[in-house]
Structure formats: structure tokens, C-alpha cells
């Protein structure tokens, strides 16, 4: 196999970060459960996007931007990070927002409301319009400018998660499942491309937490940032496993994801979220029930943060 090679990247977060056992939820479980704590990456609330920020705003300021834009829904978690870490670096942030879910200053608005952030709404469902208006709005305002797309899921931010397989195993993690929510795609094609390359036992399984076609992006990602890593490898949708646990919608609460948020907080005292987190662990304790879990094998959960949810999302729909 060729030499892998990482991009250039920022240093903007706080790395590496722990992973510990979950003992009471493995007690509960039956399974030895560890988690990575990419809830406390260091900015904002903590979160994934700040490992593929890393390397897209790398990218921005290697092209010169002054204005960094990107998009997502009204609660975005990757937008409130975005806007957190351009700031961070001197540049300036411009969201420009689906006019979808909850737009009043609560959760993430209220965050980007408190960074003094530009946002805009678009009543619109098609990223597509979004990106023509940050052309608009950026050739409007005479500054180079540099757009991040929903979620930062590109090849490059999806190096980020490769990245994440490898900071594991040089943690001295070997681990049999890894299992994360999956959303825009980014952070579920990095570590099923690094578990390839770095922990090639080990088998990712991404619980869809919205209704994309998750099998084309994923693989499609994975190959692209394979191509940037210079990895001669062959990928297949068979690398990885996918889950449905989307359940009455993005961005609204289901019932199973309600309990595993509950769970992890009253056993262990962590906070999950809602949209991404609590529906993904809610897909782990459902395969442990499964059976999919043996004794000796451990499994990894990855936390990616969305705290700004739990102050904005109701989960009433859920019960
Ligand atoms: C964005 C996000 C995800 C999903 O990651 P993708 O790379 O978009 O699939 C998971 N959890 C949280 C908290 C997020 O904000």
C-alpha cells in the first residue's frame, strides 16, 4: 500500500480526546461499551465538525476567504461551529440557514446570537439554491469568500474522521464495532475509511438519523477522501453496515432515541442530543439486544456532540 498522506490542517480544537469505558452501561448492556468524547473537541459546545473544520478552514485561509459561509438546518450544530471557529481564526462567518425547525433564539441560534453571527434564513428545502445565494451575497460584499457545505461533509471534512481512527489507535485502541450517527455522511465515511486503513478488524455501523441516500454518499465520500489520503485501497458498500433509526423525522425527537438520552444521562452522567446522539446510541442499545455484540468485543460509541439540541428541540414529540 502507498504511504498515507494527511493534509496541512489547523490546530483549533483540543486533541485527543478520551475515550473511557461506559461500566454502567456495560454492566446494563452485557457488553463492554467505550466512548470517544468528540462532545468536548473544544469549541463551542464541543462537537465532530471541528475535526473536519480543521481542514476545510486550512483550505480557506490557504485560498485567501475573509468570509467563510456555510448552510444546514435552523439548529445546525455545524453552523454554530463554523461561525465559532472562523471567528476563532479571524475570518468572518455568514450562515446562511433552511428557514426550517426552530429559528427562535434558543439552542444554537442562541449561541450565534451571543457570537454576534450573521445569520440568514432561506425559505427554500434545496441546498442548492442556498449555495447560489452565498455566491450572491459574496461577490456582493467584494471579499474573497470560501463556502463550507451542510454538515462540512466534502472529501476533506471527511479526512477529519479518518483522522479520528488513527488518533484511536495511537490511544492504543483496537475496537471491534464503531458506531456514530450519521447525518450529512462526513464523519460515518471517515471512520468506515479509517477503520479500513488503521483498525481493519473493526466494523462501522452509521444509524441514519435522516432519509439521504446514505449508501451512495457514504461510499462516494469514502473514496474521494481516500483519493486526497493517496490510499490505493478498493471500497465497497460492503465496508460498512447502515441503520434506519431516523424515526417520525430529522430534527424531531423519537421515542427510543428519548430513552437512550435518558440512559446515558442517569447512568453516566453524559448528555447526548436529541437529533444525532441519542438516536444513534438508541441503534447501539438495539443491537446489543440483538445479539450483535460478543463478550470479548468492544465496541466504540462515538459522542458528536449537539448540546445546543437539547436546549432547543422539544422532546415532548417523542413520547
Ligand atoms: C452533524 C452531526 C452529526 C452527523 O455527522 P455527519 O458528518 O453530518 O453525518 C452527528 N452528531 C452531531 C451532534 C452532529 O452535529
Known amino acids: 500500500m502507498n504511504a498515507i498522506c494527511f493534509p496541512e490542517k489547523l490546530s483549533l480544537g483540543l486533541f485527543p480526546t478520551p475515550v473511557h469505558e461506559l461500566k454502567n452501561i456495560s454492566n446494563e448492556l452485557g457488553a463492554q461499551i467505550y466512548i470517544k468524547r468528540d462532545d468536548m473537541t473544544g469549541i463551542g459546545l464541543g462537537g465532530n465538525k471541528v475535526r473536519k473544520l480543521e481542514y476545510l478552514l486550512y483550505d480557506a485561509k490557504e485560498k485567501g476567504a475573509r468570509i467563510v459561509f456555510t448552510t444546514g438546518g435552523a439548529q445546525s450544530n455545524h453552523a454554530m461551529l463554523t461561525a465559532a471557529a472562523a471567528n476563532k481564526i479571524g475570518m468572518t462567518p455568514i ?3 433552511k428557514k426550517k425547525g426552530v429559528t427562535e433564539k434558543k439552542g444554537n441560534q442562541l449561541l450565534e446570537s451571543v457570537m454576534g453571527t450573521e445569520v440568514r434564513f432561506m425559505d427554500t428545502n434545496s441546498y442548492d439554491d442556498i449555495y447560489v445565494e452565498m455566491d450572491k451575497v459574496g461577490s456582493a460584499s467584494g471579499m474573497p469568500y470560501y463556502k463550507i457545505p451542510c454538515g462540512g461533509s466534502n472529501a476533506l471534512g471527511t479526512v477529519g474522521y479518518v483522522d479520528c481512527v488513527r488518533e484511536m489507535r495511537d490511544q492504543g485502541y483496537m475496537f471491534d464495532h464503531i458506531i456514530c450517527a450519521e447525518g450529512s455522511g462526513g464523519t460515518m465515511a471517515g471512520l468506515a475509511l479509517g477503520a479500513k486503513l488503521f483498525m481493519p478488524d473493526c ?91 460478543k463478550k470479548d468485543e468492544k465496541i466504540l460509541f462515538l459522542h458528536s456532540g449537539g448540546a445546543g ?9 417523542g413520547k
Open 95 to 97: 450562515l446562511i440557514l
Open 203 to 293: 466494523r462501522v455501523t452509521g444509524m441514519m438519523v435522516d432519509t439521504d441516500p446514505f449508501d451512495e454518499i457514504t461510499v462516494r465520500l469514502m473514496k474521494e477522501a481516500a483519493k486526497i489520503l493517496n490510499a490505493d485501497i478498493e471500497i465497497k458498500r460492503s465496508d460498512f453496515d447502515l441503520i434506519d433509526m431516523c424515526g417520525p423525522g430529522y430534527a424531531i425527537a423519537s421515542e427510543e432515541g428519548n430513552k437512550a438520552v435518558s440512559m446515558m444521562a442517569e447512568k453516566e452522567g453524559i448528555f447526548l442530543d436529541p437529533v444525532y446522539t441519542g438516536k444513534a446510541f438508541a441503534g447501539l442499545i438495539q443491537m446489543a439486544k440483538e445479539g450483535k455484540f
Open 309 to 317: 439540541g437539547l436546549f432547543a428541540i422539544d422532546m415532548e414529540d
